[in-house]
């Protein structure tokens, strides 16, 4: 065997594969299910008082990885988009990176708690750097849980802030959730996400990987030629 080719079979069998590591739990808003904190969402204004809604959530990450779940408090029937921004603050009128579309069937459930699997969009976070979900109503009537500084007596939410939009009326800021409590305080829906870390090379593995293929390269041309 040629050794420049020896050595490429070599650099390349030793070079890194991902490994498939367990999602954890990253941020957390309080997630207590209580009848005088739910904010509907409806998909068209005809069909609530509220009218047609988009919730979007600013997260800060805490471990760097791709974002693979998403858990809300969700009551509802009918379908809805979840999209993710990389950056940015409430709220974003820019086109997403990514977006999907989900459907719930079952209205009223004893734990209205829905795990949304993101792990097909491939979106990576950056652990103390801010990314945003946005939560659009497409059909039917959906209710999404949210808690403000009246009901816990803190901000349920420090690592960032909510906002609304409501046909052309726009909140950055959401402050006021039907709950108890006076005055208008700040608000974030209940919330989890789910990060499966990542390991990238270090550069040095890069290289000797890129050596690889290019002795691969190099030795298939001269078998080429000869």
């Not at 921004?85 to 997403?96: L, P, V, W, Y």
Request: with cysteine.
């Amino acid at each position: 065997m040629n050794p420049l080719r020896k050595l490429a079979v070599v650099v390349v069998l030793l070079s890194p594969m991902a490994a498939n590591a367990i999602p954890i739990l990253d941020q957390s808003s309080v997630i207590d299910i209580n009848w005088a904190s739910t904010s509907f969402c409806t998909a068209t204004v005809e069909s609530s008082a509220f009218g047609a809604c988009e919730w979007q959530q600013q997260v800060t990450a805490g471990v760097t990885g791709q974002l693979v779940g998403l858990e809300l408090a969700l009551w509802g029937i009918g379908e809805f988009d979840i999209s993710l921004f990389s950056s940015g603050t409430t709220f974003n009128t820019s086109t997403a990176d990514v977006s999907t579309t989900f459907s719930i069937s079952s209205y009223w459930t004893t734990e209205p708690v829905a795990y949304l699997n993101l792990s097909d969009l491939g979106f990576f976070v950056t652990a103390g750097e801010s990314f945003l979900f946005e939560f659009t109503a497409l059909s039917g009537q959906l209710a999404l849980n949210g808690h403000s500084e009246s009901y816990l007596g803190y901000d349920p939410y420090a690592g960032g802030t909510l906002g609304l939009r409501r046909g052309t009326t726009i909140w950055t800021d959401y402050y006021s959730f039907k709950d108890s409590g006076s005055g208008l305080t700040r608000s974030d829906l209940e919330f989890q996400t789910f990060v499966d870390p990542t390991t990238l090379p270090e550069p040095g593995t890069l290289a000797l990987f890129a050596i690889g293929l290019a002795g691969m390269g190099l030795a298939r041309r001269r078998r080429q030629s000869s």
